[in-house]
């Protein structure tokens, strides 16, 4: 079955600072993947997704961008850090029921 | 527009009691449900859906689409239980899931 990492676990960054979040998938090809934040009494609210090398859809206008340059690579960016990006966030593939498989998450903090 | 609540935030019930996490949700297509859950310092992983109509750690959720409802239930809650529960819609395509705000069930002893 499908195996998501994430790094960093955590991640202290000043305002205006630059943001460079990995998630890659082991067990599986050509994966649908996804970033979302997880907020406390609001849910996951999903910000990317890629179906395939290059494809990206975003969900919500926001200071964040994403990155499909393998096809078990995914990549949250950011240009310049808001106090706003802080949150916990979460990569997660497809599985073949279409559930999802969710990694550890990055807990980034802005400063 | 499509859209999945989950009215409590939090439920708190004893040892033994039965539990009810209410979802409900808004989809003009076919919907396709799960329930996710989060045990503390673990991942979020599937929990059940509704396809599959199994019981998974002695909970059960039956889809009603008559009162757009898919509510989870347990008939005997164990502490082990406690843990951050969302609701999810899949919806047609299969490209993205729409998540519920969660509800936190605490089991006290």
């Known amino acids: 079955s499908q195996t998501i990492h994430q790094w960093p676990a955590t991640l202290v960054q000043p305002v205006g600072s630059p943001l460079s979040l990995e998630c890659t998938v082991e067990g599986t090809s050509n994966p649908n993947l996804y970033w979302y934040r997880q907020a406390a009494g609001r849910g996951l609210q999903l910000l990317f997704y890629s179906v395939g090398i290059g494809q990206i859809s975003s969900e919500v206008p926001q200071n964040l961008s994403a990155s499909r340059p393998q096809d078990r690579q995914f990549i949250l960016s950011s240009k310049k850090l808001l106090l706003s990006d802080s949150g916990f966030y979460l990569c997660?593939?497809?599985?073949?029921?279409?559930?999802?498989?969710f990694g550890p998450g990055t807990r980034l903090t802005v400063t | 527009a499509q859209r999945v609540t989950q009215p409590e935030k939090l439920l708190s019930v004893f040892k033994g009691a039965p539990v009810e996490l209410k979802c409900n949700y808004s989809y003009s297509g076919s919907p396709e449900l799960f329930w996710y859950v989060q045990y503390s310092r673990q991942r979020l992983q599937l929990l059940l859906r509704?396809?599959s109509r199994e019981s998974i750690k002695g909970f059960t959720a039956d889809l009603n689409k008559g009162e757009t409802s898919f509510h989870l239930k347990k008939p005997f809650a164990q502490e082990e239980d406690s843990a951050m529960y969302y609701c999810a819609l899949l919806l047609t395509g299969g490209f993205k899931t729409i998540f519920g705000a969660g509800t936190r069930l605490f089991v006290k002893a």
């Open positions: 509704h396809i």
């Open positions: 997660a593939c497809t599985g073949t029921g279409y559930e999802q498989y």
